[in-house]
């Protein structure tokens, strides 16, 4: 989830009472709760680096206790002043765990098993941002500014503000997770429908939903056969018959496709897509060389790319360029 999100759960955390648990409290679980992505350090060795180690160590389960501690630590060390340790520690492990959580939610994924197992989980149900629950994280901070504005009009400044904002905490936490929630039942009902399909007289080996930005009722599908990646639009407030597919049909095994697997680049990127998409061409730049790249389908297409990797394999099947960039591949 982006860092915002994270940060405006932290303050409700901190509002209906965990920030009351240690001296600092707030400060405390605001840096809880984003210390996972202390791995953005990663991206100074560049693209590749960055997707080796992002939503890595920092982002598993072992490793929050060792998060905990050092968010408790940097306030402490920040601020100068003493903390609860006790109260400090569970409060930001709480912290760190609502981070967990809500990137486990996501079509990016996070490897929460890590160092027992590197695999890549996610949920799906939610994008890396979301505009609901944005809405909802804005309205659960602006909220008690505009209630004890309303209520100082009223009473004449008379206003309560010993459990300010508690209640629009407690709001906009619940809406997140039974938004989430929600979100999941339309996803498993999305991908059960597209597992019953045929496509082009095939049938499904795996399918994805991925959530769309602003309807919960519409999902990119993604459906693997086995000769093809079909990308589906699916809405499911129309009728499933309107919905267009397009076909990437995989390319034919050859000598270029198992040169390029070999090269680190191809390895690391095989690491992290859910959804590799191949795809060979001739090089031209190379005498009888060719061009091989893959697209991660969960990000994009051929005709839109996000996340791809290509390398250059010449006439004795050797790498002799290869790359990863998120986005189209720009000219040098």
Not at 47 to 73: D, I, K, S
Request: charged share 15%.
């Amino acid at each position: 989830m982006d860092n915002p999100t994270h940060t405006a759960v932290a303050l409700f955390l901190s509002r209906i009472g965990l920030g009351r648990w240690s001296p600092r409290g707030t400060a405390i679980l605001l840096v809880a709760a984003n210390i996972p992505d202390i791995d953005f350090v990663s991206a100074a060795g560049g693209p590749l680096n960055y997707l080796r180690y992002h939503r890595g160590l920092t982002h598993a389960v072992a490793a929050m206790p060792v998060m905990a501690l050092a968010a408790a630590g940097l306030v402490r060390l920040v601020g100068r002043k003493p903390i609860a340790w006790r109260g400090a520690f569970f409060a930001a492990l709480l912290a760190v765990a609502s981070h967990l959580a809500l990137d486990w939610t996501n079509v990016y994924g996070v490897r929460l098993l890590l160092p027992f197992s590197s695999d890549w989980l996610h949920l799906d149900t939610t994008g890396v941002v979301d505009l609901w629950i944005w809405v909802v994280c804005l309205l659960g901070l602006v909220g008690p500014f505009l209630a004890r504005l309303v209520g100082s009009e009223i009473s004449s400044g008379t206003v309560r503000t010993r459990h300010h904002g508690r209640g629009w905490a407690w709001f906009a936490l619940g809406f997140i997770l039974l938004y989430n929630t929600a979100r999941g039942v339309l996803h498993s009902r999305v991908v059960a429908g597209l597992e019953s399909h045929l496509y082009q007289e095939a049938t499904s080996v795996r399918a994805l939903a991925l959530p769309d930005a602003v309807n919960p009722l519409k999902w990119r599908g993604l459906v693997e056969t086995s000769d093809s990646w079909v990308v589906q639009e699916v809405n499911l407030a129309a009728d499933p018959g309107t919905s267009r597919a397009i076909y990437f049909h995989k390319p034919d095994p050859e000598p270029a496709l198992d040169a390029a697997r070999q090269s680190g680049v191809f390895q690391e990127f095989l690491r992290f897509s859910q959804c590799p998409l191949w795809r060979v061409s001739p090089y031209a730049g190379r005498e009888n060389a060719r061009l091989v790249e893959i697209f991660d389908l969960r990000f994009g297409t051929p005709l839109a790319p996000g996340f791809m990797v290509r390398a250059v394999v010449d006439s004795r099947m050797q790498v002799v360029e290869s790359r990863f960039q998120f986005g189209a591949i720009r000219p040098r």
